[in-house]
């Protein structure tokens, strides 16, 4: 878990986001030291938005056990997963299911 605190972001530097997320379904298994999440979300583009722009995920200290576009897994060249990040590259450019399955320690 971070502990450092995160930058400020100002109102002078919002912008609308480039995609909308229309439906979350969430997976949790929890037990002492390790719980499991898989997020199926769909997710559309948003008009008012950046046509063909990266999708950003935040994260704080997950382990990626596999991400999944339209049921299909992604790989290095599609996507970049780390413990704080996720970023598909070219995400379709009308609504698509993303599917994510992620490990965390909530112990820790």
């Keep these: 878990m971070r502990t450092e605190t995160g930058k400020a972001v100002l109102l002078s530097e919002y912008r609308v986001p480039d995609y909308l997320v229309e439906r979350v379904d969430l997976d949790v298994r929890l037990h002492a030291h390790e719980t499991e999440v898989?997020?199926?979300?769909?997710?559309?583009?948003n008009p008012a938005?950046?046509?063909?722009?990266p999708l950003r995920f935040d994260g704080d200290g997950l382990t990626v056990l596999g991400v999944?576009?339209?049921?299909?897994?992604?790989?290095?060249?599609?996507?970049?997963?780390?413990a704080d990040e996720l970023i598909v590259f070219s995400p379709p450019?009308?609504?698509f299911t993303?599917?994510?399955?992620?490990?965390?320690?909530p112990s820790g």
Excluded: F
Aim: proline share 5%; net charge neutral; no cysteine.
């Design 68 to 82: 999944w576009l339209n049921g299909a897994a992604l790989d290095e060249s599609e996507a970049s997963m780390s």
């Design 38 to 45: 898989t997020a199926r979300l769909l997710v559309k583009p």
């Design 98 to 105: 993303l599917e994510t399955r992620t490990k965390i320690d």
């Design 49 to 53: 938005g950046r046509p063909g722009a």
């Design 93 to 95: 450019q009308q609504a």
